[in-house]
């Protein structure tokens, strides 16, 4: 997150001197888990519960007639149709609320040090209204997203969130820092159209996963992912409150030297633009590697587009380069997930065991119990 400071002569030397390259690291690899289906059971139910590790660093997730042993470290089960997080399980660092709750109430100040992200609006609602619009075979004059179902995670003082009710959508700002809710709350107070359009939760994204699950024709994540401890869970997340079709908007930082020097040495330690600590660059994602857990969880990745800011002027503007800033637009397959492999084994002993009942009264006396 750039701040609203104008750089000297000092900050334009070292922009030459580093020039703009850099250097993107490689995807992470996809999380695998397994799953161990005892044949000869009569009946098969999966009910997950919170899992519990015991000494040999090994997860027993307990059911009726099912158990799943992890040896390695896991972040969870994947499994179609089955809750995947509860409300115990969180993405959000404590160090980043601490962060984000000193500034609550410098949200709206245009001059201060969230001028970057007021200024960012010009790039990401029009890229968010666009692609949209692209699934609206009519849209209403000024209300173009009228009808749709908007939910904007992390949404600090409601920067975005309010440009994209004023375009007519119904709007769900989600923060897990309290005072950023309350600037937002009472900054929409202002306005009675916003008022009814907006509405602001206390909560993470984990929280309501399940109330929301497919609830979403969009889900945006704007300057948020590189300030989370488990990236693939909260991505996860969001595909799961998306409808099927359903658009996921993304602004973030890449991880390259580039943005190292710019981003955290030269703007937190060197200038002092930005505060210490506000940004991890370890936490930092490169487009290579988010597309990838994309995929991995049923999100076509349509456009990666660079962003680059200037702190002269105070703009954003469109790039080639994604060294930098990036924006980035995904689409939720309509396509349901195929079975796996363990439930097309579930289905062929069900339907054994049926037709046995049929012609075995043995069987069929035990089916009765």
Known sequence: MWSGRKLGSSGCWFLRVLGPGGCNTKAARPLISSAVYVKNQLSWTLQIKPGVFNEYRTIWFKSYRTIFSCLNRIKSF???CARLYSTSQTTVDSGEVKTFLALAHKWWDEQGVYAPLHSMNDLRVPFIRDNLLKTIPNHQPGKPLLGMKILDVGCGGGLLTEPL??????????DPVDENIKTAQCHKSFDPVLDKRIEYRVCSLEEIVEETAETFDAVVASEVVEHVIDLETF??????????????????INKTQLSYALGIVFSEQIA?????????????????????????NGLSVQTVVGMLYNPFSGYWHWSENTSLNYAA?????RVQEHPTSAEFVLKGETEEL????????????????
Do not use: D, M
């Not at 049926?354 to 119990?369: R, Y």
């Open 235 to 252: 991505l996860q997340c969001c595909c799961q409150v998306l409808k099927p079709g359903g658009s996921l908007f993304i602004t973030t």
């Open 78 to 80: 994947r499994y179609p």
């Open 354 to 369: 049926q037709a046995n009942a049929c012609t075995n009264p043995a069987v069929h006396e035990e089916l009765k119990k």
């Open 329 to 333: 637009h995904a689409v939720k397959s």
């Open 165 to 174: 009710g004023r375009l007519g959508a119904s709007v769900i700002g989600i």
């Open 272 to 296: 002092g633009i930005v505060p210490k600590g506000t940004h991890t660059w370890e936490k930092f994602v490169s487009p290579e590697t988010l597309e990838s857990i994309l995929e991995s």
